[in-house]
Every structure is written in structure tokens, then in C-alpha cells.
């Protein structure tokens, strides 16, 4: 099969790998439709994620039609249509039992925190990603699930992580009625943290960010009030003169180890391996909340040695509630408000770039060019 692959920083291309095979009797093999290439996956593309190993694929969004189960599947058979949550998880497990799915203690040997995902780095299982025309689903019974009728495939692989962590992110905030909710970050996850907050009852939604046209499309998309923070000598200095010198109510932390990266996050990052991120949106999620309010935290960070203010966050009496998003938790609802026409979420999807070209979508996602927010990757004609 043709399948994207890892060749060090800033290098990826198209190859020909061997078609994934069924390893256990749990495993389906799904014919990948749509993929998608993700703010995280760029953490990954500039090498500042460790254990990003040389010939691996990325992907861990990702819908597709059943090609083979195994002969233990019995929910799954060939040609169903079929939405992969990113969480590889055994639905069995102490802490899948409690709809901790992106926690669960069987499918990673490498790690006590994160369970399984797809496609990123053997920090997370080492497991194959989606970014191909075919990949091995384990726990084929408990993860994927039939793609509603009425829903499209652009729809759908935007629920296999971006929509659901955007989502989880508001849901994390506590938000109630009335509230002033901050985002910073206006890439997809945080437009989805912007749009599900109005679904939770925020007053006043507000983004932050630094590029225009992403700040313009949380404008239309997320109906949020928008702050470029290039603009201003201190964007927390801000936040509080414009939130009656109080703060917000929450903060959502939709950057996460920042995608750009920084000289340090480069020389620690992909040269000695030592760090996942950088905490700047974090420090100012906390600086910028009130006193008493919420710090939600759903970006992807890695092990991280900068320094957090954990003491401002303690001595300003802030809940701080974080986690790898549980996404098939979030199904049911987001099921729900799509088909009540409440979300579109290929409304934010700017390309659609064949798997042959991906080297290119990645260059231009990274780079942010031609007004890039979200790419679709085409590996088979649907």
C-alpha cells in the first residue's frame, strides 16, 4: 500500500509499505477514506516529540470502509462504514470502565499516563497511523463505530479527534451560564473550544491568537470577539481591562506544546529529546483567568521542563482540569448537535490534498500558507 512516512524532521514522504495484516483476532483492517493532518502531527514533523521513529506513518484521524476483521470481531464486518476514535483503548480496563478511554492501561507499554494513539511516536504504543491507504484497527469492537447514514465522511473524520477535544475542552472549562470563556489558539481545536462554548452557555466568547486569517474564521465560524497578541505589550495586561480587571471565568488551553516551536524547544526538542513544549499559552491561560476560575488543558504537551506557575495557579485558588480527550465519550452529544445542524465541522476545512501530495499539505500546514487551517487527506476514492 502507498502510506506516509516519518524520515526525520521536516521530512516526510509517500512510500510503499506492506498493507497492515490482522495480529489478533480482535483487529479489523479499515480502507482509509478521509485523514486528516493535525496540529499535533506537526510536533511530530519538526521532530519535537520523543521517540518519533524513522519509518513510521502518521494519522490518528481518520474514517474508512471495513476491509477484513478478525475472527473474534462480531460488531464490524467488511464493508461497513466506519469513524475511528484517536484513542486506541481495550474498553476493559480499570479506567476504561470509568470512560477514561484515552487512559487506558493495556494498550501502551511505554507510558503510565496516555493510553494508546495512532500515529504518534512510540511515546503513545508505537501503533501505525492513518495517513495511508490501509490501517489495523485493534479492539475493533470497542473503538470504531458505524457511521451514521446521514453523515458525511469530511464530517465525520473531524469527530475522530478535532471536533471532540475542542468540544471536551469547553466541557472540561465547567462553563456555566453567563460566562466569559477565553481561547487561546485559533487553529481547529480551539474554533471547536469556541463554537461548543456558546453550546455550554457562555456570555462572552473571546480568541486569541496570532494570525489574521485564523483570528477572521473564529470570527464567522465561532461568532467569538478576537485579539491578535502580536498587537499588544502584554496580551494578559489586556485580557483583565477588557474583563472588568477580573479575568475571564475559564481559560481553554487549545495551543498545547506550540506548533512553531522556539530555538530552545528545537535544540531540547529534537536534538537531546528532552521536551515536549513550551508552557507560554499555558502561563497565560493562568494569568489570564479570575480568581477562583477554571483552567482547561487539552493541547498536546509532551515531558516538559519549562517552568509552569503552578504557584500563581495555586494562590489564585484556580480549578485546572486536563486530559487527552476520551472521544468516543463525546460521540452521542456531537452526534446530536450535527445532525441538528448546531456544528458543521468540515466548515473549517481549507484543503483537500491527495496522499500522494502530502509532503506538500504538511510544508504548507506548517508554514501556514494559503490561509491553511484544516487539511483533508484523500488516500482512496471514497
Known amino acids: 500500500m502507498r502510506a506516509m512516512v516519518y524520515r526525520g524532521p521536516y521530512r516526510v514522504r509517500v512510500e510503499e509499505k506492506d498493507r ?20 499535533s502531527d506537526l510536533h511530530l514533523y519538526h521532530g519535537m516529540m520523543p521517540d518519533t521513529r ?14 477484513e476483521v478478525g475472527s473474534s470481531v462480531q460488531r464490524l464486518k467488511a464493508g461497513d462504514r466506519v469513524m475511528v476514535p484517536f484513542n486506541i ?32 511516536s512510540h511515546t503513545s504504543g508505537g501503533y501505525d497511523g492513518g495517513q495511508s491507504e490501509y490501517v489495523r484497527v485493534p479492539f475493533a469492537d470497542v473503538g470504531p463505530s458505524l457511521i451514521p447514514e446521514w453523515m458525511e465522511d469530511d464530517d465525520a ?25 477565553v481561547v487561546f489558539g485559533a487553529g481547529p481545536v480551539g474554533l471547536y473550544a469556541a463554537k461548543s462554548a456558546w453550546l455550554m452557555g457562555a456570555g462572552r466568547v473571546i480568541v486569541i491568537d496570532h494570525l489574521d486569517y485564523r483570528l477572521e474564521k473564529a470570527r464567522t465560524f465561532a461568532h467569538a470577539e478576537t485579539y491578535n497578541f502580536t498587537r499588544y505589550d502584554d496580551i494578559v495586561v489586556h485580557m483583565k481591562k477588557i474583563t472588568d480587571h477580573l479575568g475571564a471565568d475559564v481559560a481553554i488551553d487549545a495551543v498545547g506544546a506550540e506548533a512553531d516551536g522556539n530555538l530552545i524547544q528545537h535544540v ?4 537531546l529529546k528532552l521536551q515536549g513544549g513550551s508552557p507560554v499559552a499555558l502561563n497565560w491561560a493562568i494569568d489570564a483567568v479570575r480568581k477562583g476560575g477554571t483552567v482547561s488543558v487539552m493541547g ?20 485546572l482540569r486536563m486530559n ?23 466548515d473549517i476545512v481549507t484543503h483537500r490534498i491527495p496522499l500522494e501530495h502530502i509532503a506538500e499539505g504538511y510544508h504548507m500546514f506548517s508554514a501556514k500558507l494559503d490561509g491553511c487551517i484544516k487539511p483533508i487527506i484523500v488516500p482512496n476514492a471514497a
Open 20 to 39: 497492515p495484516r490482522i495480529e489478533h483476532p480482535n483487529d479489523a483492517i479499515v480502507r482509509v477514506t478521509r485523514a486528516a493532518i493535525c496540529g
Open 268 to 271: 531540547t526538542g529534537a536534538k
Open 89 to 120: 483503548f481495550c474498553g476493559t480496563c480499570f479506567f476504561c470502565a470509568r470512560g477514561l478511554y484515552s487512559n487506558c492501561h493495556n494498550v501502551n507499554p511505554n507510558a503510565t499516563a496516555v493510553g494508546g494513539i495512532y500515529g504518534y
Open 300 to 319: 498536546a504537551y509532551g515531558p516538559m521542563f519549562s517552568a509552569v506557575k503552578f504557584g500563581d495557579a495555586v494562590n489564585k485558588g484556580l480549578t
Open 157 to 181: 473524520v473531524l469527530l475522530t479527534d478535532a471536533l471532540a477535544t475542542g468540544y471536551f475542552g469547553a466541557q472540561l472549562g465547567g462553563i456555566v451560564e453567563g460566562d466569559v470563556v
Open 324 to 346: 487527552q480527550c476520551p472521544v468516543k465519550r463525546q460521540w452521542p452529544r456531537l452526534f446530536e448537535h450535527v445532525r441538528n445542524g448546531y456544528l458543521k465541522p468540515s
Open 54 to 67: 524513522v519509518g513510521m506513518t502518521f494519522g490518528h484521524e481518520f474514517v474508512g470502509v471495513v476491509d
